[in-house]
């Protein structure tokens, strides 16, 4: 953790910022693993959002530590 405070905004645009690029990265690596392991659509599905869940998740996780930092 740091010990510099940061402002608001900044830590918004960070937030968005790692959501977008987390939850596009599970969304690729889920789809990938989806096409790549499963053949029902189904399973395909739920690879697909468990992949998005856990870029989602990390990304709520990195946000948390942003947002503590704010003034």
Known sequence: MTMTSIDYDVAVERAIDVT???????????????????????????ALAFGVGCGCGSAYEEAQRVFADVK
């Open 20 to 46: 977008l690029r987390r939850a596009t990265y599970g969304f690729a690596l889920g789809a990938a693993s989806a096409l790549v392991l499963f053949r029902g659509p189904r399973a395909r599905v739920g």
